[in-house]
């Protein structure tokens, strides 16, 4: 079993910056691929950037050049960097992991283990 702790969220203005941080403990491996994902009120939920043991990145297209995952597999902790934010960047953030290692999807179904979210909320 693998548990994922996020923090970070909070309240920012437009064209600002925050730090998400996800810290796995449990039988997490560094080989494991690690995700963010979000989800608005009214909209499904969206990938927005994966990470795999090797250092491959994967992002969505909406946020493509503004948000930056990193990860310390030292310290079991993937970081998402979200730069020039905008208000429909405002969702739940959610750090997930898989058991497989490489890039596994872009899908809620490709991910094994979920972070209980934190809140992103981005004002005009």
């Known amino acids: 079993q693998v548990q994922l702790v996020e923090s970070g969220g909070g309240l920012v203005q437009a064209g600002g910056s925050l730090r998400l941080s996800c810290a796995a403990a449990?039988?997490?491996?560094?080989?494991?691929?690690m995700a963010w994902f979000r989800q608005a009120p009214g909209k499904e939920r969206e990938f927005v950037a994966a990470?795999?043991?090797?250092?491959?990145?994967y992002y969505g297209v909406s946020v493509t050049g503004r948000f930056t995952i990193s990860r310390d597999n030292a310290k079991n902790t993937v970081y998402l960097q979200m730069n020039s934010l905008k208000p429909e960047d405002t969702a739940v953030y959610y750090c997930a992991a898989t058991s497989r290692s490489g890039w596994v999807g872009a899908t809620s179904y490709d991910y094994d283990y979920w972070g209980q979210g934190t809140q992103v909320t981005v004002s005009s």
């Open positions: 449990g039988r997490q491996s560094s080989s494991n691929t």
């Open positions: 990470r795999t043991w090797n250092g491959d990145t």
